[in-house]
């Protein structure tokens, strides 16, 4: 399988404003987000304990809402969540309040992955971005990673690409064009092309004091990755790691999560209806593609993601 490295996007230097913004509904990027499946962490949390890794603290970096936090705070005593954004973190701080209530140590900040001055040195086990480190600065950030990991520590970076509809090749064309044309100059970059890529545009650290360096794939070799215009499955009857079904109406609130929606909104207020014309067409589309093939249309679509992650282990 061919993995596709290559943007034609201009790899300008920007940042996350469009989730910093106060006017970011963050509620609604909770609730329409893809959900990690319990699998990915498995795998994760498999390669830490087989490394001698600790489970005392766990660091959630551009925690958003707090979903990885959370997953994972059965497994650690410790939990901190860090986001640049300060609604999103006043959203984790809700959502992670409850493991209180059974023991757990949280803490919430608003901070970056290049300066966590509010962690101490060589106290955080595992360190994990969900679709977040592709905003890093690097290599300041494994610089400060390196400085609060404890030894045998995990560095844990998951990603997922552009979607897809399953088993609809038009209309995951229509998203396709509609993501890289009209969107395609409100992406903020370098960030979009790096998530494209699954991160393997960024390098791994060449300094002294690391070691297992891995990128797995979502069938979990390395390096698989597919373009998702082209529609081609990684294995026949397989779906990727990360999927979801979804009703019609909760995909196009998916969609309208992106930074780049808000971005184009912002720009363009006139054309307040430029999301729902666009699904209202593709649905069309899709309804009558699964006519001709004698298929019963419904409100659901199974949504899915090219995803990977990225690992790393403190000596």
Request: glycine letters at 6%.
């Amino acid at each position: 399988l061919h993995f596709n490295t290559t943007t034609n996007r201009t790899k300008q230097q920007t940042n996350m404003a469009a989730f910093s913004r106060v006017s970011f509904d963050a509620v609604n990027y909770l609730a329409n987000r893809p959900v990690y499946p319990k699998k990915m962490f498995e795998i994760i949390l498999d390669r830490h304990r087989k490394g001698g890794g600790s489970f005392k603290s766990v660091v959630d970096l551009g925690c958003g809402p707090g979903q990885v936090a959370r997953e994972l705070s059965p497994y650690f005593e410790r939990i901190v969540a860090v986001d640049p954004s300060k609604p999103m973190i006043e959203v984790a701080r809700n959502e992670l309040s409850s493991l209180e209530k059974l023991g757990k140590k949280v803490e919430c900040h608003a901070g970056t992955a290049e300066n966590l001055h509010f962690i101490e040195s060589g106290s955080v086990d595992l360190a994990i971005a969900g679709q977040a480190a592709h905003w890093f600065k690097y290599p300041q950030a494994w610089e400060e990673l390196h400085r609060i990991l404890s030894s045998k520590g995990t560095v844990a970076f998951l990603a997922y690409s552009d979607h897809f509809y399953f088993g609809e090749e038009k209309i995951s064309k229509m998203q396709y064009d509609f993501t890289h044309g009209k969107l395609e100059k409100y992406w903020e970059q370098p960030g979009r092309s790096i998530v494209e890529s699954l991160l393997t545009e960024i390098e791994f650290p060449k300094t002294q004091g690391w070691h297992g360096a891995e990128r797995l794939g979502f069938d979990t070799n390395p390096y698989v990755h597919y373009e998702s215009h082209k529609f081609a499955k990684p294995f026949e009857g397989d779906l990727p790691l990360l999927h979801k079904v979804m009703t019609k109406e909760a995909a196009k609130k998916y969609v309208s999560t992106w930074s780049a929606v808000a971005n184009y909104k912002q720009a363009n207020p006139e054309d307040k209806d430029f999301l729902d014309q666009f699904f209202q067409e593709m649905w069309r589309v899709g309804s009558e593609e699964k006519k001709a093939k004698g298929e019963a249309d419904n409100d659901q679509v199974t949504v899915a993601w090219p995803s990977s992650i990225t690992l790393i282990h403190k000596d």
